[in-house]
């Protein structure tokens, strides 16, 4: 049975990983991984205003009517998991694109940065 690992614990096995790889010190590499990280404590955050307030809060108005409506929490919460996502595909992709065999590590890196250059 796996333990539950804190986020910190994960992104170090993650990091550890990384550095099997070879990829653990590529620039886009460790600022989408720093982005990925930011993304999942926004997340916690969420989740634990959720679990606090509930799924639906209330509003009152000034004469003292209650309206009930969707926590807007929820829906921050499933648009940040959804560029969470996203952002774990992009990390999956710099690995395998910058772990290949028989491709030096640099040269994707020097491609992109000669095309950066001539724009």
Not at 15 to 34: D, H, P, S
Not at 50 to 61: D, M, N, Q, R
Not at 88 to 115: A, C, F, H, R, Y
Request: a negative charge; charged letters at 30%.
């Amino acid at each position: 049975m796996a333990k539950n690992l804190t986020l910190q614990e994960q992104a170090q096995e993650v990091l550890a990983k990384a550095e099997e790889k070879g990829v653990q010190t590529n620039f886009f590499f460790r600022t989408t991984f720093k982005r990925y990280q930011v993304q999942m404590q926004i997340l916690n955050d969420l989740e634990r205003e959720i679990k606090e307030l509930g799924t639906t809060v209330s509003k009152e108005y000034v004469k003292g009517r209650k309206n009930i409506y969707t926590n807007p929490a929820i829906t921050e919460y499933n648009k940040t998991a959804t560029a969470c996502n996203g952002t774990v595909s992009t990390l999956i992709n710099i690995v395998k694109s910058l772990s290949e065999e028989g491709e030096s590590k640099t040269s994707k890196l020097e491609m992109l940065l000669d095309e950066l250059g001539d724009e």
